[in-house]
């Protein structure tokens, strides 16, 4: 019997534009196609109220980095949204499949996570990299492994390591920093964890604290970091037990070892509020995705992540360990989950 297409043949350019139609429709207004029954209700707002609340989190973050650094930061993020949800884009048309909101996140952290001189095509080489190779070729959004800023991070920085640790600079200065200016502009400087792991120095805990330091874009301000992870627990789109198991761990290791070999461990109050390591354990290491799904889990990762932040920093040739500790610990979460639910379920027969 011969089978009858009921669905008519879509032109692949009209399918393209309504690929992004639908996107930009469901992440204004919703998916109206929900359960009506307990137990499977289910909010249609709750993926798009994660997203817009994360991205609530962090814009203030943004700003920051166009007030340290100029202008030009967000150019940075306008090209990472291009690159970045084009890709997702094309994947999603290719599969016949909606276009999800998680592109809109990652296409926010990814920038936030580079130097502020990083040249353009870094930037879009990057996302498309991460976008590609951490989430798509796993199936997409919420079937990724990695988190795929981070995959894009790490990927450039090996890639292209002149590029990405050989500039940094300091801060446009004036009340009204860089919303005066275009970019940075004066002499090479080194990060405050360059410095430490070449020489010893401490920088001024009041400028790591308000972020007038060399760093990535948006992982200077520790005071709209924090403020915005204190947002992001608030509002349980994030588990506090991660970052405060993460940066727990992170202060008492580094107190322990500071006292035992001052010139290779720098003392827990550097350690909490340099490099990326709040911005790390606030907006990526609590990605519901890739981060663990028991309680048990949670505490769990956020302690070995702790240990290799430390021990990155203090033994390895890299300054900061933050990024392949986070990358590392998405390759263990689901065997940490599986033996939390093993244990659970022993115990429970015993």
């Not at 393209?16 to 707002?45: C, Q, S, W």
């Not at 166009?66 to 994947?91: D, H, K, M, N, P």
């Not at 592109?103 to 990814?110: D, G, K, Q, S």
């Not at 095509?121 to 590609?132: H, K, L, N």
Request: charged share 15%; with cysteine; net charge positive.
């Amino acid at each position: 019997m011969k089978k009858v297409n009921l669905k008519p043949d879509i032109h692949p350019l009209k399918r393209f534009f309504k690929t992004a139609d639908d996107a930009i429709d469901a992440f204004l207004f919703g998916n109206p196609e929900v359960t009506a029954n307990t137990p499977h209700v289910r909010d249609y707002m709750n993926l798009k109220r994660y997203m817009i609340l994360v991205i609530m989190a962090v814009v203030p973050s943004a700003l920051a980095s166009i007030y340290f650094f100029g202008w030009r930061a967000l150019l940075v993020i306008i090209f990472s949204y291009l690159f970045g949800v084009t890709t997702e884009w094309i994947f999603a048309t290719v599969r016949r499949e909606e276009m999800t909101e998680g592109a809109f996140v990652t296409c926010l952290i990814y920038p936030l996570i580079l130097p502020p001189t990083v040249p353009l095509w870094v930037v879009a080489v990057g996302i498309v990299f991460g976008t590609v190779f951490g989430k798509e070729v796993f199936g997409g959004t919420g079937k990724n492994l990695f988190n795929p800023a981070l995959v894009g991070r790490i990927f450039v920085a090996v890639a292209f390591p002149s590029i990405m640790s050989g500039q940094w600079y300091k801060p446009i200065s004036g009340a009204f920093g860089g919303f005066t200016a275009f970019s940075v502009d004066g002499l090479t400087t080194a990060t405050p964890l360059t410095n430490f792991k070449s020489d010893g120095t401490i920088a001024s805990y009041r400028e790591l604290f308000t972020g007038n330091i060399p760093g990535c874009l948006g992982e200077t301000s520790k005071v709209l970091i924090i403020l915005g992870g204190l947002f992001l627990m608030a509002t349980k789109v994030s588990n506090w037990r991660i970052p405060i198991s993460y940066l727990g761990t992170v202060a008492l290791l580094s107190s322990i070892l500071s006292q035992i070999s001052p010139d290779r461990f720098a003392p827990p109050l550097f350690q909490l509020l340099t490099g990326g390591l709040l911005f790390g354990a606030m907006f990526m290491a609590t990605d519901p995705v890739t981060s663990p799904m028991t309680s048990q889990g949670k505490w769990i990762c956020g302690f070995l992540m702790g240990v290799l932040t430390i021990v990155i920093r203090g033994l390895s040739g890299y300054s900061e360990g933050v990024m392949f500790a986070i990358i590392l610990m998405n390759i263990f979460n689901p065997l940490i989950d599986n033996a939390v639910l093993s244990m659970i379920t022993s115990r429970n027969r015993g």
